[in-house]
């Protein structure tokens, strides 16, 4: 059993990335192989458009044509037995890379038939960790809600399921003093960061043991 983790931040040991491998420890205890990458450790582009894997018949039917340095991470993801994807929150979306990643992982298997179905094979269980400065009772009004929500409805149609976890109002600097962030009360971020992310961990935790579990049953 293989449980990757895509870490979507440019930050490879803070919020998002504590949470990815708190959950690649927990399908560790359940007997997973573990591998977290990086995506800003890549170079590559989203969906080209070239449709490729749309042609049926055709060489690269139901998978991406496109050859970079991505690509032998979106054969890795979509061939292990848990996905565990991961971005903080940039402008109300993932971030760019994220994006595209997710881009590139998901259209070979979109089907244009009514109903817009799936012809992934595979019997993957996918998770969604968002991190992000906005605290729980902002993210409705901000459109947050609905952009999860999206996402995690995609992943859902191709894969056939996704758990979300949401870490909300993290820490985005440990020394707030070198930065203009007067919107922020630093004080509440700094009591948060050491009294609720380690809850927010332990979610994590219990979302890849979840995942590798139902995963290892199935």
Not at 36 to 61: I, M, P, Q, V
Request: some cysteine.
């Amino acid at each position: 059993m293989r449980a990757i983790a895509v870490n979507g931040s440019p930050r490879k040991s803070w919020n998002t990335a504590s949470l990815l491998e708190q959950a690649l420890a927990g399908a560790a205890q359940c007997g997973a192989e573990t591998e977290l990458a990086h995506l800003y450790d890549y170079k590559y582009k989203g969906c080209r458009s070239c449709f490729s894997c749309k042609e049926t018949g055709g060489k690269s039917y139901g998978r991406c044509a496109v050859k970079d340095e991505v690509s032998p991470l979106i054969e890795k993801a979509s061939e292990a037995d848990v996905l565990i994807l991961g971005s903080p929150v940039y402008f109300a979306c993932e971030t760019g890379e994220m994006r595209s990643f997710l881009e590139r992982l998901l259209f070979p298997f979109l089907t244009y038939t009514p109903g817009y179905g799936s012809i992934f094979s595979g019997k993957l269980r996918v998770g969604l960790v968002y991190t992000m400065n906005t605290g729980e009772k902002d993210m409705s009004a901000r459109g947050y809600d609905r952009i999860f929500s999206t996402t995690q409805a995609f992943l859902t149609r191709i894969f056939g399921n996704c758990e979300v976890l949401l870490s909300t109002d993290t820490c985005q600097f440990s020394d707030y003093s070198k930065y203009l962030t007067t919107c922020f009360d630093v004080q509440a971020k700094k009591k948060r960061r050491e009294e609720v992310f380690p809850e927010d961990c332990k979610r994590a935790f219990d979302l890849g043991a979840k995942l590798a579990s139902e995963a290892k049953g199935s």
